[in-house]
């Protein structure tokens, strides 16, 4: 089968800001303590487009950002080239690559306004968010932000979704020979859809994989999908809870994996009664 | 070096025009349109929708009552017609429960059933009624979830979501995730169905047309929402098989705007160019394109300049969403089954309702319906959010 590197992380939960921050707590080094997200999120987006924008695109941006971000700068620091900043981030050549993003619900704060507005007498949908309705609305912005036309694909597999983007993503890598971007997120869903389907925090976490199998990688991945084993659980309550309480926090065993340095198995809950089995080897 | 080719071994679909192929084809062999003025619910729009008919009188029950909506009743109509169902559980026997994947494109899946319990919150908690299933109906996967369950498959299953290129894209995902050894063959598809969402929502857009759409013609002023489902069985092509294939594919983002298309259809031009690389074709081997076609001013306009980048003004295309509406997520699969449609009968449809074509539109349009023997065609479907993708079919040279 062939590997993938995981070259940087983007990484936006309670508690988890960043990839670098959250590093020692995945490792187990530090305690975990679910503090609320930062509120400026997705500088990327120019103010006034941050402002209209929901929080699920300022979410999936934020972890695509940060992982773009933080290859460029490894990338500049092995080759003792300087700096970078995250405004730079559309000017870079390489900061276009190819993208998937996976969500179970997409933007469901949209999706309530517009069933609300469809019980009211004139029924007047409001055009932006209609517009900001499909699935792929993050990815419509994060192409718009950095001018990148390379192909972009958005699903869902309900729980599972992370582990379809991650095989979409490792697909698409190994067929393109080229870098994806995957980007992982869900949130909570509002009242009363929140009845229905309980999402209990915002994640969103993004990987930047590369086909080649590079020195500049955090771990190097190797997919072994249909071998039927359980998921791996996390050891601390409070991230076992985000673990099965949001879908794209059903990648947080591999990435504490990666924390820890790990040489071995993550076994992920793929949804659907399945798991996703891969080999890590920093 | 050209793509490994995927032969399409089974497939169906079922739109305003009807259940299974054959009514498809009988209906664009005929120039018989499956629009009518907007019937749906108590929306009192004035605009035309291509519904599919007694869809509400087939629920889902048994061990699929969860499923029950629009959207999966849809589903589930088109996956038993033309043998589909039948054929695929054979195909599940040879090649393993697992090992056959599922990919299915929506745009909104079943939020007809989230409209409907928001009109029956409880007046005093605002909570939605007992019965309300989001699972297994609004969400973007119950349409995958009940495919593969229908199907009895066990595998890889996901819903493509981007907007009106889901369906065409799910050839894309197909095709990669064969070539990864994720699964040995694909079931792939769409479904979208009427909802109040997308009818007010387009309304609120301007997009919605008053009258029958007219793609490419002078007076066009709009698009007709329509609802469809349509599904493929996928295999790696062998030689000799005569079967259709898939030769190339196309993807590419606007990166330009939200909702409108690029003026100048840049992004819609790089899936063409992409396509036929893939498929080592010259644009003058192409016979055919089926349009993305919505028959709004804009997004005509800028197919125009797209195809004219590639193709120049010689190429005959049509689109058909005079005959079933724009289905949206479903509409990259059902003009896909239409593209084979023609090739196996040995046609090319014309581009229905549209009297005068726009002067200003270059793009070497069809009116009715030509007979003439296709070898190759392709397929274009565009979306909101700036995405794009071109299909390439052919059958294997003799």
């Known amino acids: 089968m062939n590997a993938l590197a995981i070259e940087s992380?983007?990484?936006?939960?309670?508690?988890?800001s960043g990839w670098e921050n959250s590093r020692p707590v995945l490792a187990g080094e530090q305690?975990?303590?679910?503090?609320?997200?930062?509120?400026?999120?997705?500088?990327?987006?120019?103010?006034?487009?941050?402002?209209?924008?929901?929080?699920?695109?300022?979410?999936?941006?934020?972890?695509?950002?940060?992982?773009?971000?933080?290859?460029?700068?490894?990338?500049?620091?092995?080759?003792?080239?300087?700096?970078?900043?995250?405004?730079?981030?559309?000017?870079?050549?390489?900061?276009?690559v190819r993208t998937v993003l996976a969500s179970s619900g997409g933007d469901s704060e949209v999706l309530d306004k517009i069933c609300v507005t469809l019980t009211e007498p004139d029924r007047m949908v409001s055009p932006?968010?209609?517009?900001?309705?499909?699935?792929?609305t993050p990815a419509g912005y994060w192409a718009i932000a950095t001018g990148c036309t390379l192909p972009s694909l958005s699903l869902s597999a309900y729980d599972g979704s992370f582990a379809a983007g991650l095989q979409e993503a490792a697909a698409l890598a190994w067929t393109e020979e080229a870098r994806v971007l995957l980007v992982a997120y869900d949130l909570p869903l509002p009242f009363p859809l929140s009845e229905r389907r309980m999402i209990v925090a915002p994640f969103a976490v993004a990987l930047l994989l590369n086909p080649m199998t590079t020195t500049q990688r955090l771990t190097l991945l190797r997919l072994k999908p249909g071998e039927i084993q359980s998921a791996d659980r996390l050891n601390h309550a409070g991230l076992e809870q985000l673990r099965t309480g949001n879908p794209a926090a059903r990648s947080l065993p591999l990435l504490c994996a990666i924390a820890q340095l790990k040489t071995g198995s993550v076994a992920l809950d793929a949804g659907h009664e399945t798991i996703l089995n891969m080999e890590v080897t920093p | 070096m050209a793509i490994k080719p995927l032969a399409i071994t089974a497939y169906t679909v079922t739109n305003a025009l009807g259940r299974g192929t054959a009514a498809s084809l009988t209906a664009l062999r005929n120039g018989q349109s499956g629009l009518r003025p907007c019937d749906f619910e108590d929306a009192g729009l004035p605009t035309w929708i291509g519904r599919v008919a007694d869809v509400e009188?087939?629920?889902?029950?048994?061990?699929?009552?969860?499923?029950?909506?629009?959207?999966?009743?849809?589903?589930?109509?088109?996956?038993?017609?033309?043998?589909?169902?039948?054929?695929?559980?054979?195909?599940?026997?040879?090649?393993?429960?697992d090992r056959i994947g599922v990919f299915i494109g929506t745009s909104t899946s079943g939020i007809g059933a989230t409209e409907?319990?928001?009109?029956?919150?409880?007046?005093?908690?605002?909570?939605?009624?007992?019965?309300?299933?989001y699972r297994h109906t609004h969400n973007l996967f119950s349409?995958?979830?009940?495919?593969?369950?229908?199907?009895?498959?066990?595998?890889?299953?996901?819903?493509?979501?981007?907007?009106?290129?889901?369906?065409?894209?799910?050839?894309?995902?197909?095709?990669?995730?064969?070539?990864?050894?994720?699964?040995?063959?694909?079931?792939?598809?769409?479904?979208?169905?009427?909802?109040?969402?997308?009818?007010?929502?387009?309304?609120?857009?301007?997009?919605?047309?008053?009258?029958?759409?007219?793609?490419?013609?002078?007076?066009?002023?709009?698009?007709?929402?329509?609802?469809?489902?349509?599904?493929?069985?996928?295999?790696?092509?062998?030689?000799?098989?005569?079967?259709?294939?898939?030769?190339?594919?196309?993807?590419?983002?606007?990166?330009?705007?939200?909702?409108?298309?690029?003026?100048?259809?840049?992004?819609?031009?790089?899936?063409?160019?992409?396509?036929?690389?893939?498929?080592?074709?010259?644009?003058?081997?192409v016979d055919y394109i089926n349009l993305h076609g919505t028959a709004t001013p804009l997004n005509d306009a800028a197919e125009d300049k797209a195809v004219l980048r590639v193709f120049g003004s010689n190429t005959p295309c049509s689109s058909t969403k005079g005959w079933t509406g724009h289905t949206l997520g479903a509409a990259g699969?059902?003009?896909?089954?239409?593209?084979?449609?023609?090739?196996e009968h040995g046609f090319i449809p014309g581009t229905l309702n549209t009297r005068q074509p726009d002067p200003s539109l270059g793009a070497g349009i069809v009116l009715r319906n030509q007979e003439q023997a296709a070898q190759v065609a392709m397929s274009n479907s565009f979306g909101f959010g700036g995405t794009n993708c071109s299909l390439l079919f052919g059958r294997e040279k003799t």
């Open chain 1, 9 to 16: 992380i983007g990484l936006i939960a309670p508690g988890l």
């Open chain 2, 116 to 133: 409907h319990a928001y009109r029956d919150r409880d007046p005093a908690t605002g909570s939605l009624p007992e019965t309300f299933d």
């Open chain 2, 143 to 285: 349409a995958a979830d009940l495919t593969r369950r229908w199907l009895g498959l066990t595998g890889i299953a996901l819903a493509v979501s981007t907007a009106c290129s889901s369906s065409a894209k799910v050839f894309a995902s197909a095709f990669r995730h064969m070539s990864a050894g994720f699964c040995d063959a694909a079931v792939v598809g769409g479904v979208d169905s009427l909802c109040l969402t997308t009818l007010y929502g387009f309304n609120a857009l301007g997009l919605a047309s008053t009258q029958v759409c007219r793609p490419w013609d002078s007076t066009r002023d709009g698009l007709n929402i329509g609802e469809a489902a349509g599904f493929a069985l996928l295999e790696w092509a062998k030689p000799g098989d005569g079967r259709m294939r898939l030769l190339g594919y196309g993807e590419s983002s606007d990166a330009y705007h939200m909702t409108a298309a690029h003026p100048e259809g840049t992004g819609a031009a790089l899936a063409m160019e992409q396509a036929l690389a893939r498929a080592e074709l010259r644009p003058a081997q």
């Open chain 2, 57 to 97: 009188d087939e629920p889902l029950t048994g061990k699929f009552a969860a499923f029950d909506c629009r959207n999966n009743r849809l589903a589930r109509l088109a996956l038993e017609q033309d043998g589909f169902a039948a054929t695929v559980r054979q195909a599940r026997d040879r090649y393993g429960t």
């Open chain 1, 31 to 96: 305690p975990y303590h679910a503090a609320p997200i930062p509120a400026t999120i997705a500088t990327l987006l120019p103010a006034n487009e941050r402002r209209r924008t929901t929080a699920t695109v300022k979410l999936a941006l934020q972890v695509a950002q940060e992982a773009m971000v933080s290859m460029s700068l490894n990338n500049k620091h092995a080759n003792h080239a300087g700096t970078t900043h995250p405004s730079s981030l559309s000017e870079e050549g390489n900061m276009c």
């Open chain 2, 333 to 343: 699969i059902i003009e896909a089954t239409f593209v084979w449609l023609c090739l």
């Open chain 1, 128 to 136: 932006t968010q209609f517009h900001h309705s499909v699935h792929n």
